[in-house]
T-cell receptor, first 115, second 114 residues
Framework: GAVVSQHPSWVICKSGTSVKIECRSL??????MFWYRQFPKQSLMLMAT?????????EQGVEKDKFLINHASLTLSTLTVTSAHPEDSSFYICSASSGPFQPQHFGDGTRLSIL | GEDVEQSLFLSVREGDSSVINCTYT??????LYWYKQEPGAGLQLLTY?????DMKQDQRLTVLLNKKDKHLSLRIADTQTGDSAIYFC??????????????FGKGTHLIIQP
């Protein structure tokens, strides 16, 4: 149980393109979803926390107009990187939790490469 | 802010036990986690421990928590080649990570020698 699916797994696109990444909880309802970013050989850094039906809460230094998050249902959250540039290239990982006092379960990540 | 520290590499022989250590600074840490990440993949939840516990065992995995010293360890018994991965320690206050983001260490790369 507790499977989180993330799609796509790898994206290569030109600078200026907007890219949407989906995160789905397949066998549980995720009241909260999280988006993390991981640079090569680095740890994961929390970007934003998203509760279903509410606006996402962004961590300090994360541009909310750059990284648009939508959590429209209890099984789906999306992250859109708008007008992506090479410095946005990274590994983006989502996680989902069924509620307080429950652990986060992670997707397999999306490797984003901006040329 | 919170800080989680881990050594970057650990090398063990196949069949031996691996002990991965982690220290944290946030005194309000309530839940502490161990995740496993294989190359190019996401994170797999291995185990977690609540701060009122000292030890938790799950098959080959044993987690020890010294809350006074803010030290967490993960012991993997009978280490196999499939255990080769990066192991992340993570912590969160209050609500177990279900409503709060996790603070991760930089990860320990476990290398298995034949």
């Amino acid at each position: 149980g507790a499977v989180v699916s993330q799609h796509p797994s790898w994206v290569i696109c030109k600078s200026g393109t907007s890219v949407k990444i989906e995160c789905r909880s397949l066998d549980f309802q995720a009241t909260t979803m999280f988006w993390y970013r991981q640079f090569p050989k680095q740890s994961l850094m929390l970007m934003a926390t998203s509760n279903e039906g509410s606006k996402a809460t962004y961590e300090q230094g994360v541009e909310k107009d750059k990284f648009l998050i939508n959590h429209a249902s209890l099984t789906l959250s999306t992250l859109t990187v708008t007008s992506a540039h090479p410095e946005d290239s990274s590994f983006y990982i989502c996680s989902a939790s069924s509620g307080p006092f429950q652990p986060q379960h992670f997707g397999d990540g999306t490797r984003l490469s901006i040329l | 802010g919170e800080d989680v520290e881990q050594s970057l590499f650990l090398s063990v022989r196949e069949g031996d036990s691996s002990v991965i250590n982690c220290t944290y600074t946030d005194s309000s840490s309530t839940y502490l986690y161990w995740y496993k990440q294989e190359p190019g993949a996401g994170l797999q939840l291995l185990t977690y421990i609540f701060s009122n516990m000292d030890m938790k065992q799950d098959q080959r995995l044993t987690v020890l928590l010294n809350k006074k010293d803010k030290h967490l360890s993960l012991r993997i018994a009978d280490t196999q080649t499939g255990d080769s991965a990066i192991y992340f320690c993570a912590e969160t206050p209050y609500s177990g990570g279900g409503a709060d983001g996790l603070t991760f260490g930089k990860g320990t790369h476990l290398i298995i020698q034949p």
